[in-house]
């Protein structure tokens, strides 16, 4: 969440449009290529960025003759730009480069990747609910492409790329906690969202088949599974995995077994932005304060359920659209 990021003092934010603030205020950044030299020197805080790197970066492999005179003035004016907010702020020439010395935890890439490195330890030590609380709360960092706004610099898109990556691995993490301490109908709708954007990703989709079906959703599982295939013949003219396959198999024979749940993860809430869905709910934007939302996702829940407020009368199918 942003109130992880350390609150004293400016917010340096590139899980988004780059973006400083100071008590919730934006920060005018200035010039286009301020904006980049602030970025670049973010990416690497704490660090010397060497001048050539800095140069090449900002005007490219063919810079003006100029260029060195003007990131000086990018420099110079930057500087007296965080100085004026915040002074403990340091924008220091260095060994022939720059550095920006800022408290890490004023970085939301940096407080986001501390926090992917404290749900990997979590993990590994067998604490599923604290990992899955922790990957969660690094994933709510995020506020859309990575310095997006600036994607006419090669490093700006490297930089994106890396932190997807990052970022795709973490909710693999989160999903299968999820899945390790069934709480199925959560990964529905958060899995279902990321493989509307991209249904390609086989490991998520998986994880998503999964819940589905725990969840009392096998039709849903196996739709999943044909668009899933259809993409992927469609963009990369190839077969799902292996692995997929057999799932798909188990799941048309009902042969998936359920994970074992631990007792404490039945008495405690799970961490997440969405509240259970009513399984009558054909818009999921909305959510529904129906009192058999507790069962959501169960048989017994669709059959008997008539319709609420917020859903409208019960379709004569209720299928989830992911």
Partial sequence: MKDDLHSPGLRFEILGPLSVSLGGKKVDL?????????????IHVGSVVPLPVIIKAIWGANPPSQATATLQAHVSRLRKLLHRHDLSLRLVHHLQGYRLEVDARMVDAAVFEAKVRDSRKLLKAGDLEAARSTAWTALELWNGTPIGDLYGYEFAVAEADRLEHIRLRTLEVWTQTSLDLGVYDDVTVRVGEELRRNPGLERLGAHLM???????????????????RHAVAENLGADLSKELQVLHGKILRQELAAARVPESARRTAPPGRHPPWHPCCRLRSRRCPCPCRETTGSSAARQSCSGCSAC???????VAMW
């Fill in 30 to 42: 200035g010039a286009p290529k301020q904006r980049a030299l602030l970025a670049l020197l973010l």
């Fill in 210 to 228: 999964t819940a589905q079906y725990h969840s009392g959703q096998p039709a849903e599982a196996l739709l999943t599974y044909e668009r899933m």
């Fill in 312 to 318: 409208g009368p019960k379709p004569a199918a209720a």
